[in-house]
């Protein structure tokens, strides 16, 4: 049976066409700096935000309307799972990422918890065997459930900590049936609430813990995703651990998961921690930790977690120039961490907004392969830089020179000649990329 | 002569004074958790806000009333070491910091402004020698001068690179020459206007190059201050290397810069990054690098660096734990890095403003000796975490657990018993050790 | 039957009670600026945090533990009147405010809704009845249902117009059952998602038009409860037409409102909107507009409606000095529109938390009346704005001059004597009044 | 002589040019909307950006190159009537706007300014005769120099209350004499430091008695500019009272200034005040107080004024269809309020970035024009807003409804049918619009 009998395959029809469900951007096997698209942007699919979140907000009822649900909580798992691949094959995405509670109910006790993932995972493996489409990366929620109201590695009570234990195992179960090529960790509630009440340090040890537990029952197990850490300043903490890219890398440094571990980006949680995307992919690339990314975008003038699908073509095509940059993403993908506006409560809206946010990143993908052809970025760099290419600056670069041998220089050389940057003028020439 | 004939030295004369030139909290003597309070507090003046600022803002000119200025630049920067001395004094200012280009003229040349410097430091010593005062901490200022435009350890010309480590040289020279228990590096420009032009890992490779050209030197002359980094998030940069404590500890771990740099934390740094100056100070602390603050504070609902005079008790009470905590805050010590607002533009307001920050950081000390000496803290986490002191917590802070045991203990134990916080209690308790 | 058979009436014990049940600070019946505590402050509960609030967050599912669930939602609508009362009458709240939708169930139509309405109303004016507690306000909840996901009165949806107008004549109808004091709008959803699709005039004319309907409704069933506006930024929409005071101010004056709105000031939704409490009370009373007080606070480190339970004492005295300034706050009240934390999930936590809060509202109208009585802003300011007592201020104030007099007057006059606002100096003695 | 002898008028090249020096999306003469692009734009340059901003930001000294410095201050404020006019003819912007301290020194009197801005305004006036430039407004800045500390017509001392209704009337003759189109209010220290020695009401009444004063004044020397306020929430102020437009338009209101006063509005204040810059023109428009624009862009994510040269296609596209649909702009315009970047230090950089901002502003233009034509806004909030052209809807807009007529419709109409805003294929087809 189909959910959606009404829309076909979403195909390519160029920028002309007037068919709502149709591509403008996105033209899968088009050939962009000698990849397909789709090889290259690698999309991937939310189980949560598609399937399971029902339009509710902290001051608004469920108002999603969903042909899916059935009569028990079970039986609407299973319709989910027949509604979403059907929705990955009309969209053409290749990818699928979920959370354990995403995809079956918790029931009430753990031991029913894992019965029914078992239930539905086989019915995912059929449905990936028969499709061909594949799992980005799955992971543990460990947030929602009232026992990690304060925290599930980093929480205050051991058995709690046991519990996040086994959903991570599960996890890991589970991605090896299903060949997942990552796995990720958001710590949602792995943070605080209060400081006043807070140890921190054990808190930090203690997700550390978990994360080398994780990596040892990989080896085991002979499964190794990527693990990711996917970082997020607050909400719903006051404050979690995984701050930004730079504090997920600090916390992989000194807890040596350096080798094991790179991050999982989100666009709207870059603006959260007072970063643009560009930023927080540079700063992971820069230290070989580009894992893969969240694909969304927030409201910078709102101080929460908006998770829109992506529409601004400037902020994605400087993100997919990172990406470029970064040689690719793979194993990562682009995975639609977005969800529709409470406005947007079709089912049809599910297809009209994941269009919205693969043309907008075809856009953008095609738009850094011409800066990258054009050596854009490259010469502007070269040029800028220029000065650490002989002389002075290739011997500071050669580390040849110290602080007795520089101050000779600078006494000698007083007055450096310094160059405008012309950045607006830079400015106006990167939107002839864009527009 | 005096610079402020009618102002005695600042004694305290206890809470029911109506001195305005008294200390009414901050009494140096008091013993304090064993030691005195001066002792405790190691209480730096900044030379910066104190005797070269003059309440301009960027929509305003100079307004602050100062009786120091001569007929030239250096006779001026004379003038100034005789009041900032009669100020440290008069307020019982154990330490000071500064920046190069605060006590002297940077002249023509690198050469003229090194001789400014020769000359100006040999009065502050002849100064420190009559009072007993200490240099807590110098530093180069390498964001003010045009040639920085684009940074200093991180800019894109070599030749300022080479100057800017020529100013660290001197710098060094001159903690050496007065005996400065730290040296700060605080990035203004390090970090960029707009990343479309930066070489992000290049600026950073150099500025751990010029760190460590900073360690070999002071090896080399046989003078170790602290080495201290200041995170602060933007301004003026677009965005800052150091963005926080967290950033400037994956900095170091990165370039193995460790053993030899702490950070200078700052309460209004630590807001415009999104985080109490409290949780900075903790992310320092149990990181073994915690080294010295700038005391000050921000307005929240401000978007920029406001450096007001620290009067916000809580707020302090819970930054002075965090000291206390660590076991004290020396060789570092407690810096005002703070400057009295535009509409207070006397001269005696310097003593006025720098009285209300001293007795604000003396009630923040008491309040905190008094929550360490009840274990107010200390006796809500031991219960809040009690499960890690015994069975199958222990057993996982020892590292004897795996995801395959847990996964067998929680499937047997699956309903933790989970204890409300009462934080609203713990928050009204709390009011009555600061009120 | 009793909800809390262990929790007895709250009782002041003072400062050095150890009892966590009892008030520390707040005392009913002290007498404060010639009224007792309980009449200056008129404490209110708010029935949606304590009864219906079940501690869900965007990423947490329900864990409040609350002990007055029944088998059908009507019978948990019946329990929560007995267990609210009886919060109310141990905690010694005077008043209560509430949404319809917090006391009754939709039902599947208006009619049942309505019905249930008279049914839970009838018990409530019962309970007011033995009690003696009145209603401080009461309001329709026009943004949780889904049918107001585009607004309510500003809906772009005539028959939800006739919906909203429902609610609220319903809402009239109970206030005048129920003796209600004031009747409060806040209009979560009255603004927009997203201005691309937005036709801001009429959604702004549709409200008034709402608002008018009540006007005229009120004077037909001869019952006039102070309309009040309460503002907020955004939050659930993109943004709210109400964003601040100021804002509401502006939209009763366009549409001739003033004479019978007020507005009801949070101080969350002060913060959210980039002022502090105390400026926007101060806005509201400088316009005749200040009706009444939702007691809570934010965390200005966040971005959305924390509603914490209000425990700085600096800021709440600063709101309660604009409420002494006001001459009180009657026929409004201090309603506390406050949940508690997630991680205070027991029931008791509710007794905690108010005791916290009114203890804290206690402290502030206590600071507040020493303030006043000492004059101390009052000399402050006078001092401050002495010249326009006489000479050419005076004559400003009277209109007499205008721009060609002070011309003359300025170039006669050229360099008026600025004096220090010694502003640092000031808060340094503010802090001897809050703590 | 010419201060750019080597740059020619910049012309229309066409998006082909590889010209540096030339526009490639401004073409004055092109029609759009049946009128020139010129004439729909109304281009002004701003004296202060442009001729006196020095590059120097708080924590860094001057470093722009400008080849008009003279010997003394009178010299080089002539030399800048020069140079400005032959920028100003090379950009073919045909108006301008400067505060009088722009143009001229202030001198050591209030009477040997007036005598420097009648020398200065001299110069200008035969510059404007010769070329055709006309004055978009002037303004008189009331918020550097120390006398207006603590606030212009706002301050605490009624001697500097006449000093700025003297700036004020000198400013209204120099708008008379230059035959200057409107007249702005911008109030930097029109607000509060601290709000704990502030009398609101006063200061607030001051404001509008000055511009009463500047309403008659302009009768009386009969010239009527459009008055207009700029709103901005802060900086320099803690905060400033015009905060946003609905702000000013509560002021206008209030004190019944609405016939004589319209609003300027600037990109970079709106989103300071937690606005979309879209926002604030629709506020204006709405309230027929759209007066100007100043343009340029802000970072949101940093929270000071940074006046960067408008570059954002998308914004700009929106703020330019709030002026198609406000019939345009006239009598005021699109004033460059915008600096180049500190890196951008060198001279030529003024044109780069004019010819950025034009560009820019042009594309807004032309895709504002396309969006009006193809009625792509009006068809969407048609169809959105149809319910309001029949039956219930026409009847609630013709004020026939109340809350008891509307009861009965909706008990008899309880279910209505709401649909999907597809708001993401909304901004899909909109950034077809837009790139």
Same mark, same amino acid.
């Given at each position: 049976?189909?959910?959606?009998?009404?829309?076909?395959?979403?195909?390519?029809?160029?920028?002309?066409?007037?068919?709502?469900? &149709?591509?403008?951007?996105?033209?899968?096997?088009?050939?962009?700096?000698?990849?397909?698209?789709?090889?290259?942007?690698?999309?991937?699919?939310?189980?949560?935000? @598609?399937?399971?979140?029902?339009?509710?907000?902290?001051?608004?009822?469920?108002?999603?309307?969903?042909?899916?649900?059935?009569?028990?909580?079970?039986?609407?798992?299973?319709?989910?799972?027949?509604?979403?691949?059907?929705?990955?094959?009309?969209?053409?995405?290749?990818?699928?990422?979920?959370?354990?509670?995403?995809?079956?109910?918790?029931?009430?006790?753990?031991?029913?918890?894992?019965?029914?993932?078992?239930?539905?995972? =086989?019915?995912?493996?059929?449905?990936?065997?028969?499709?061909?489409?594949?799992?980005?990366?799955? @992971?543990?929620?460990?947030?929602?459930?009232?026992? +990690?109201?304060?925290?599930a590695a980093s929480?205050?009570?051991?058995?709690?900590? &046991?519990?996040a234990a086994?959903?991570v195992?599960?996890?890991l179960?589970?991605?090896?049936?299903?060949?997942?090529?990552?796995y990720v960790f958001?710590g949602?509630?792995e943070?605080?609430?209060?400081?006043?009440? $807070? =140890?921190?340090?054990?808190?930090q040890d203690n997700i550390a813990r978990l994360f080398k537990m994780a990596i040892v029952y990989g080896?085991?197990?002979?499964?190794?995703?990527?693990f990711l850490i996917?970082?997020?300043?607050?909400?719903?903490?006051?404050?979690?651990y995984d701050?930004?890219?730079?504090?997920a890398?600090?916390f992989i440094?000194k807890y040596d998961l350096i080798d094991d571990f790179k991050?999982?980006?989100?666009?709207?949680?870059?603006?959260?921690?007072?970063? @643009?995307?560009?930023?927080?992919?540079?700063?992971?690339?820069?230290?070989?930790?580009?894992?893969?990314?969240?694909?969304?975008?927030?409201?910078?003038?709102?101080?929460? =977690?908006?998770?829109?699908?992506?529409?601004?073509?400037?902020?994605?095509?400087?993100?997919?120039?990172?990406?470029?940059?970064?040689?690719?993403?793979?194993?990562?993908?682009?995975?639609?961490?977005?969800?529709?506006?409470?406005?947007?409560?079709?089912?049809?809206?599910?297809?009209?907004?994941?269009?919205?946010?693969?043309?907008?990143?075809?856009?953008?993908?095609?738009?850094?392969?011409?800066?990258?052809?054009?050596?854009?970025?490259?010469?502007?760099?070269?040029?800028? +830089?220029?000065?650490?290419?002989?002389?002075?600056?290739?011997?500071?670069? &050669?580390?040849?020179?110290?602080?007795?041998?520089? $101050?000779?220089?600078?006494?000698?050389?007083?007055?450096?000649?310094?160059?405008?940057?012309?950045?607006?003028?830079?400015?106006?020439?990167?939107? =002839? +990329?864009?527009?």
């Amino acid at each position: 049976m189909s959910y959606f009998p009404n829309i076909k395959k979403i195909e390519f029809e160029g920028v002309n066409s007037k068919n709502p469900f &149709a591509f403008r951007h996105y033209n899968p096997e088009e050939i962009i700096l000698g990849k397909s698209m789709k090889e290259q942007l690698r999309f991937a699919i939310a189980y949560w935000h @598609t399937m399971t979140q029902d339009g509710s907000d902290p001051f608004g009822n469920p108002v999603n309307l969903r042909p899916w649900l059935g009569e028990t909580e079970m039986s609407t798992a299973r319709n989910r799972v027949e509604a979403f691949f059907e929705i990955l094959e009309k969209l053409g995405a290749d990818y699928f990422c979920f959370h354990d509670v995403d995809i079956a109910p918790e029931g009430n006790s753990l031991a029913e918890f894992f019965n029914n993932l078992d239930e539905i995972t =086989d019915l995912i493996k059929e449905k990936m065997d028969q499709t061909g489409i594949k799992l980005l990366w799955n @992971t543990a929620n460990m947030f929602s459930n009232p026992r +990690y109201n304060n925290g599930a590695a980093s929480t205050n009570n051991a058995e709690v900590f &046991a519990m996040a234990a086994a959903q991570v195992k599960k996890g890991l179960d589970i991605s090896k049936k299903l060949g997942g090529q990552n796995y990720v960790f958001w710590g949602g509630r792995e943070g605080y609430e209060s400081l006043l009440n $807070t =140890d921190m340090k054990l808190e930090q040890d203690n997700i550390a813990r978990l994360f080398k537990m994780a990596i040892v029952y990989g080896e085991k197990i002979n499964h190794k995703p990527q693990f990711l850490i996917e970082p997020k300043p607050k909400e719903p903490s006051k404050h979690q651990y995984d701050f930004d890219a730079a504090t997920a890398l600090q916390f992989i440094q000194k807890y040596d998961l350096i080798d094991d571990f790179k991050l999982n980006l989100e666009a709207n949680h870059a603006t959260l921690a007072g970063h @643009t995307f560009e930023h927080e992919i540079e700063v992971a690339r820069i230290n070989n930790a580009l894992g893969s990314l969240d694909a969304n975008q927030g409201d910078v003038l709102l101080g929460w =977690d908006t998770d829109e699908f992506p529409t601004n073509v400037y902020d994605v095509t400087l993100a997919m120039y990172g990406v470029v940059e970064n040689g690719g993403i793979a194993p990562g993908g682009i995975n639609f961490d977005a969800k529709v506006r409470r406005s947007s409560f079709e089912a049809e809206d599910l297809f009209l907004a994941h269009i919205a946010g693969m043309d907008t990143f075809a856009r953008g993908l095609k738009n850094a392969a011409k800066l990258k052809s054009d050596g854009f970025f490259e010469k502007l760099k070269a040029k800028r +830089y220029a000065s650490y290419q002989a002389g002075i600056g290739a011997s500071i670069l &050669a580390d040849k020179e110290d602080l007795k041998s520089l $101050t000779e220089y600078a006494l000698n050389h007083d007055h450096p000649t310094l160059e405008s940057s012309h950045i607006e003028y830079v400015k106006n020439l990167l939107n =002839d +990329y864009i527009h």
